[in-house]
């Protein structure tokens, strides 16, 4: 995923979006946006930074976890298997972007006693087990792109293989975007444009 | 022939979102007769597949637990802020009862006695007409008006003959936003503005934000030019100065043909006119000659200097202008609004090249002028003292540079030649627009005829607006105090949560305590209801049912594309059962209105108003439902075929614009003014009224050509309250109507939204930590709480309170409490409001410390 940060306005729509279609409880964001400010008034910019698990190339979310619930996919998807999680939670100190979270309350957004909407949402996750971004998964087996993509109103989110050298996010990595915490040597495959001046 | 609820179905249902006032298509997904998903509808041109985070928090809303339920009755005689009403839950036959008997006894003897107060658009014409139909001219959008664009109605109508305006963004090269968030999931068409200047901007159009705060517009934008509040007119005064005196970059072809600017005026201000037909004059410079606006055989327009007539010294208009604007120097007015004069001299000089003047783009074949630059403001800089001055002068920005409703400029929203409207010209030759809803006049010109005051928000005294909402709270407290020939007994209230949102809680429960009976309408029980004599439940947008067909004034696009008209359908069903069938609101008013007997007058009134003709006239005796209204609406506006089934099956009709639909202005001859000779005129009748009613209001803002005055706060030179508080509103809200939604306030948590502002030196100076509470007070010794964030992103001298939030009401549990009380800082009164615009100030001196 390559993600033009020039473009965001910060929104949310990719944040519920998630949250809709991943059905997460509350305090679990799955996809959220950061907020950055830099410099002296009036001189003064601020960014967005809309975050998601990166599904790294070398994840230690993989590797910290005892119980190989989590797993890298052959197509690149870093994917958690709720039934052999159990819960140590080791995964999500490992993870230098705090993308997994922790289902450890029952409660809903309104209290002890779930809508039938939450209902709903609720029962695809198992309590006590590590929630975490898979990419929309079951959307991109059906041939349509993760859901804090399509709802993007900017159309700041490009979605493909990054390992296809002639597809649009090879070429858009080619330009110049850019990974965060490269650092950390985790190669996460998702990337950033930002300071072309707000512009595309 | 409503939606199939039915179990065991899987299927996404096309309807409109009502999370803000700007009505995006979306899709909401059924399954097993549960709605769990929304999205944007693809097929719908307003918005074209994309919402906003706010539109996608719909569904919390729909399974809240706390949505009433039942009908209510108060058993508690005493009201208060905070204190329990004790409602009994009531059947409905009893509840209708109750208020059908109070409806019947105002009706007999005043019907102006009851106040209707309403914040919602769908069946809008089904329900304004039943309390018109009742006979109240007090109906209205009430005292909310205060955070909506107070002077930028009457001013799209006057400069665009549309209710609202909208930026040409595929083809505007220069975006200057003045107190707007134009483009950040804020402001008028927000989903599709958001999307269409991220286009735009990777096309490569500038955008400059001017704002006290550094806004999400502003972060998006290419530069941001703090100013200190309430000081935009005098920054756009000093552009029009730069522009006019100093650059010479004007349209003048565009100012002789399509504005006043020749008309000739005398030393007393009025225009000089021809004896006999009273047309305004101007001066052929050609023929040497007076002759009147409209001639057919004036060869040139006198544009500058002077000239007798009949021995009268008269200047052209904008002669007067250009002498009137002068004193805004850029130093002058850096003085003013903290702006360098370095940067003003460079704004005026982009934005006048910007807008190309003498540049055509050919559109289906035909020439246009082409002026890629807007300016577009919104609530920030009019909710102000002086603001229709203030909202004068930035339009005339777009005025001189020629740039309304041509390709790249500011546009008509919908079209003067909408399937709504028509336009017209009035006897001066200034634009006044046509179609049902404006045929009265609701804009600068023309003097609507000014009378004693008959209704609670004094519109008979404003003739340039069409209320002086901000005076409801004070008129309701004393109405002899305002000439109000009656005193009112009874309030229905409609979704909107006047307690919280209109202004101190305690003046606005003052005022409702006046009331001898309170009628509240609601999916929740908030600050309002707890007011109310009787509670009905009211049905969530996703259960209800109506035909969107007012578009005259509403959210269509301005330029080419199309005209839409809407549905919105049942997705689910409602957590009650009522003895009628009730898909919207305007059931219950239906009902209502048979109950205390005027559904003869309802039904005449509609007959007359949708022009209903042939099967579709209703007979007056019957009893019609919203469904059956909107079918026959529906078939009579579209024909048989397009009837409500077809609505619910396809969600949308749109009808392809032409050309002149898109681009009116070279298509007529009505002009726009850059000089109000009307407002001398409406001053005389006001202040004569006025005096009548023993009222002083200072009517110094009736002047013909615009100044910058300085907001009431800036007269408070107290050390103690030395900061600036302004509000501002929030991309994750709408109001405090969306406070209750646990999705959002999860998002405005996270994201800080309820945070006051207060920039990081000034809160090291008073010894204020970041993230800590504060307390805010006021010279009048208000106080409010809140958590403060401190930030370069804002003014010096500014404190930035977020929305309308710090509510009570024990109704709305995920609301209570959170954010900041911002309604309680504001002063009422005869200083902090606008005469022309009816705005309220919102700009107030404080004094902050740590709580």
């Not at chain 1, 809903?108 to 609720?122: A, C, K, M, N, R």
Request: charged share 25%; proline share 7%.
């Amino acid at each position: 995923m390559v993600i033009d940060t020039n473009r965001c306005v910060g929104c949310d729509a990719c944040t519920l979006a998630c949250k809709m279609q991943n059905g997460t409880p509350p305090g679990v964001l799955l996809a959220r946006v950061l907020e950055k400010e830099e410099g002296k008034y009036p001189a003064v910019k601020r960014t967005y930074l809309p975050v998601l698990c990166f599904h790294c190339e070398n994840p230690p979310c993989v590797k910290a976890c005892p119980s190989s619930a989590l797993s890298k996919r052959p197509d690149g998807i870093v994917a958690v298997d709720k039934e052999k999680c159990c819960g140590v939670k080791a995964c999500i100190a490992a993870c230098p972007y705090d993308a997994l979270y922790f289902w450890e309350d029952q409660k809903g957004y309104f209290g002890e006693d779930l809508t039938p909407v939450e209902q709903y949402y609720y029962r695809r996750h198992r309590l006590g087990t590590v929630l975490k971004c898979d990419f929309c998964a079951e959307r991109i087996k059906q041939g349509m792109v993760p859901a804090c993509v399509e709802a993007c109103p900017v159309s700041c989110r490009h979605f493909g293989d990054l390992d296809d050298p002639k597809g649009p996010i090879a070429q858009l990595v080619k330009k110049g975007a850019k990974q965060i915490l490269p650092e950390a040597g985790t190669r996460p495959s998702v990337y950033y444009i930002s300071n072309s001046g707000g512009r595309a | 022939m409503t939606a199939q609820l039915a179990k065991g179905a899987d299927e996404w249902i096309p309807t409109l979102c009502d999370m803000c006032y700007n009505y995006c298509g979306i899709l909401v997904r059924r399954k097993d007769g549960l709605a769990v998903e929304i999205k944007g509808n693809p097929d719908h041109p307003n918005n074209k597949g994309k919402v906003c985070g706010k539109s996608l928090a719909g569904l919390m809303g729909l399974y809240n637990p706390y949505r009433v339920k039942t009908p209510l009755k108060r058993t508690n005689p005493e009201k208060g802020i905070g204190v329990d009403p004790k409602w009994k839950e009531i059947s409905w036959d009893e509840a209708l009862d109750t208020v059908a008997q109070k409806l019947k006894k105002i009706k007999a003897e005043d019907p102006r006695k009851l106040i209707f107060y309403y914040w919602e658009r769908f069946n809008r014409d089904i329900y304004l007409n039943c309390f018109h139909a009742f006979g109240t001219p007090n109906v209205s959008i009430g005292p909310a008006h205060i955070h909506c664009g107070n002077n930028r109605h009457p001013i799209d109508i006057t400069y665009h003959a549309s209710f609202r305006e909208s930026v040409d963004f595929p083809r505007c090269n220069y975006l200057l936003l003045l107190g707007s968030q134009l483009g950040a999931a804020l402001d008028t068409r927000a989903t599709a503005a958001m999307a269409s200047i991220a286009e735009a901007r990777a096309r490569g159009m500038r955008m400059v934000v001017v704002d006290p705060r550094y806004t999400d517009a502003a972060k998006i934008a290419d530069e941001w030019i703090p100013i200190r509040p309430g000081t935009d007119a005098a920054f756009a005064l000093a552009l029009l100065n730069l522009l006019l005196n100093y650059l010479h970059i004007y349209d003048e072809r565009y100012l002789k043909l399509y504005t006043n600017a020749p008309y000739l005026v005398r030393p007393d201000g009025s225009y000089m006119r021809e004896p006999e037909t009273q047309k305004p004059l101007i001066w052929d410079c050609k023929d040497d000659k007076a002759k009147p606006f409209d001639a057919p055989d004036i060869k040139d327009f006198l544009f500058e200097g002077s000239v007798a007539v009949e021995g009268v010294e008269c200047k052209p208009a904008f002669q007067l202008l250009r002498d009137h604007i002068r004193t805004y120097t850029p130093e002058r007015v850096s003085q003013i609004t903290t702006i360098p004069a370095a940067t003003i001299r460079k704004i005026a000089q982009e934005i006048g090249e910007a807008a190309q003047i003498g540049s055509t783009v050919t559109i289906d074949g035909v020439e246009l002028p082409l002026r890629p630059f807007a300016v577009s403001w919104h609530k920030g800089s009019s909710a102000h003292k002086h603001s229709m001055l203030a909202g004068i002068s930035m339009k005339l920005l777009s005025v001189v540079l020629g740039a309304l409703d041509v390709p790249g400029g500011v546009l008509s929203m919908p079209s003067l030649y909408g399937p709504l409207t028509a336009p017209d010209v009035g006897a001066d030759g200034l634009m006044i627009p046509g179609g049902l809803r404006h045929a009265s006049g609701q804009g600068l010109y023309p003097l609507r005829k000014v009378r004693k005051p008959e209704t609670i928000d004094l519109r008979e005294i404003f003739p340039f607006r069409f209320s002086g909402n901000a005076f409801d709270i004070m008129v309701l407290t004393n109405p002899q105090a305002y000439g109000i020939p009656y005193t009112p007994e009874m309030a229905v209230i409609y979704r909107t949560n006047v307690m919280t949102n209109a202004g101190s809680p305690q003046e606005v429960a003052a005022a409702l305590k006046k009331l001898q009976f309170i009628v509240v309408i609601g999916t929740e029980l908030d600050e309002t209801a707890e007011f109310a004599d009787i509670v009905f439940p009211d049905v969530h947008y996703l259960e209800s049912l109506s035909f969107y067909g007012d578009i005259d004034g509403t959210v269509q696009a301005g330029g080419p594309g199309v005209f839409w008209y809407s549905i919105t359908q049942p997705v689910v069903e409602p957590p009650f059962k009522s003895p009628f069938k009730m898909q919207h609101a305007g059931d219950l008013f239906i009902e209502l209105a048979s109950r205390a007997g005027f559904l003869k007058e309802f039904n005449s009134l509609l007959n007359i108003n949708w022009n209903l003709k042939g099967p579709y006239v209703l007979d007056p005796l019957k009893r019609y439902g919203v469904e059956e209204l909107s079918d026959r609406r529906a078939r009579n506006m579209f024909g048989e075929e397009r009837g409500l089934e077809w609505f619910l099956k396809h969600g949308v009709l749109k009808q392809e614009k032409n050309l002149k639909q898109a681009f009116h202005r070279v298509f007529h001859s009505a002009r726009v003014p850059v000089y109000f000779e009307q407002f001398l005129k409406g001053k005389e009748e006001v202040s004569r009224i006025c005096e009548e009613l023993k009222l002083e209001l200072d009517l110094s803002d009736f002047q013909p050509l615009p100044d910058w005055k300085p907001c009431p706060a800036y007269k408070e030179n107290s050390s103690e309250f030395d900061l600036l508080c302004i509000n501002f509103k929030v991309y994750n809200h709408s109001f405090g109507m969306t406070a209750s939604n646990p999705w959002l306030n999860e998002l405005a948590e996270q994201r800080r939204t309820y945070d006051i502002w207060i920039n990081a030196e000034t809160g090291r100076r008073k010894g204020i930590q970041d993230g800590s509470r504060i307390k805010l007070k006021t010279s009048s010794g208000v106080v409010v709480e809140g958590n403060v964030k401190l930030t370069e992103a804002i003014h010096p001298e500014v404190v930035g309170v977020p929305g309308v939030f710090g509510q009570w009401a024990k109704g709305r549990p995920t609301a209570f409490g959170r954010g900041v009380q911002s309604s309680s800082l504001l002063k009422r009164g005869l200083d902090t409001i606008d005469f022309l615009s009816g705005a309220l100030d919102h700009c107030v001196k404080v004094k902050v410390t740590p709580a």
